[in-house]
């Protein structure tokens, strides 16, 4: 069995969690992900990875360190997002104090835990004298908090044959996630005078229409066949806004929806759906106008249970946890869906905390360790 070094472990964990890296398109006037990132890399090129930095805008940098294994095999990437929301309402939101077994600041849980135990564990293949075969490739990725520029940047560079994204799963191994679809309709009307019935056509009223149709779907969607690890879909109307002035019929009014998506649903199956709607209203009334625009559409994710990468990290964790992992499913998104999509068999599993963008954030520091544990045990099965 490898060892891990636990005091490595959580000197890495305290001084990550000192590193201001909030997220700069969350809060404007935060660092970004440069200091972090050069932190992990000059600690893994002191265990002998080699390290190589990338900066797909200025200030937003990624670090991948790679520690080639003893002989030929696959690849497996370890990631973890370095930036973290903002610190806004937190007491003390850098001070990565140990109490009671947990260590505490912003990012500690969601995900600076994972990127520690992912130091940890390349640390543990090193100090063995690299058993794995193939190549292990630690990634600290920039802007998962907001368009995973770091990650969408680093699938063009690497084709690692898995991937393990660590964020927290409580030490249960994820196989799952989400997707989402952003849309926004805009109903349009005629703008007149108040008082001129006869002229103004109110897009705010046929809006209404579109309301009630979307709800009617919502119900619908929340009665499908759910995802046995997810749950049914489901959407929101997100944020609404129309017309000029109250004496004044609204010219346009526009709704913003969220649609979270489960596998098997994709951009255009969900774009269909609000489409057909909206056709129906048009044939309902000839005159009704309403545009529809796909803001940003993130797909679902989804690993059997049977492939390599999962069977590796469950054994592995089995060993190292003296209990089998339970297999769950999350609600948000992760980076995992484009490592997926992009050819890397792809699965998910981190340490226990809670607070993850709350005003009091920690993690487990005993579950760090097991996670590198496991993390390491895993490298070597699966390549
Ligand atoms: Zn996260």
Same mark, same amino acid.
């Given at each position: ?61 990624? &670090? ?33 104090? &140990? ?182 209203? &048009? ?101």
């Amino acid at each position: 069995m490898l060892s891990i070094d636990t005091g490595f472990t959580t000197r890495a964990l305290q001084d990550l969690v000192r590193i201001n890296s909030v997220n700069p398109v969350l809060a404007p006037s935060a660092p970004g992900e440069r200091e972090i990132a050069q932190y992990v890399g000059a600690a893994m090129e002191t265990i002998g990875a080699e390290v190589r930095y990338h900066e797909p805008k200025p200030g937003r940098v990624s &670090v991948v360190a790679r520690l080639r294994g003893s002989r030929p095999g696959r690849s497996l990437m370890l990631n973890a997002h370095a930036d973290t929301v903002d610190v806004a309402g937190m007491d003390a939101p850098f001070s990565g104090e &140990v109490r009671d077994g947990r260590v505490y600041g912003r990012g500690a849980f969601d995900m600076k835990g994972g990127l520690a135990a992912m130091m940890g564990a390349v640390k543990a293949l090193a100090d063995a004298g690299c058993p794995h075969a193939g190549e292990i490739l630690l990634a600290a990725v920039a802007d998962e908090e907001h368009a995973s520029l770091g990650t969408e940047d680093l699938v063009r560079r690497y084709r690692p044959d898995a991937a393990i994204v660590a964020e927290p799963t409580t030490l249960d191994i994820c196989l799952a996630h989400k997707g989402f679809a952003w849309f926004e309709i805009t109903t349009r009307g005629r703008a007149a005078h108040g008082s001129r019935f006869d002229l103004g056509i109110d897009a705010n009223m046929r809006m209404g229409r579109v309301l009630a149709e979307l709800e009617t779907l919502e119900r619908e969607l929340r009665a499908r066949a759910p995802h046995p690890l997810l749950g049914p879909p489901s959407l929101h109307a997100a944020t609404l806004a129309g017309g000029s002035g109250l004496s004044t019929y609204a010219a346009s009014s526009r709704l913003q929806i969220e649609r979270r998506t489960i596998p098997g649903e994709s951009r255009e199956t969900v774009t269909d759906e609000i489409r057909r709607l909206l056709r129906r209203q &048009v044939e309902r009334d000839p005159s009704f106008e309403a545009d529809l625009e796909v803001l940003l559409v993130r797909e679902p994710f989804e690993v059997a249970a049977d492939a390599a990468i999962v069977r590796a990290l469950t054994e592995a964790s089995t060993g190292v946890l003296g209990r089998r992992p339970a297999y769950v499913g999350q609600t948000p998104w992760m980076d995992a869906a484009l490592l997926a999509a992009a050819g890397a068999e792809s699965v998910v599993m981190g340490a226990t905390g809670a607070g993850a963008h709350a005003n009091e954030e920690w993690v487990e520091l005993a579950s760090v360790h097991q996670l590198a544990h496991c993390l390491a045990e895993a490298a070597v099965l699966y390549c």
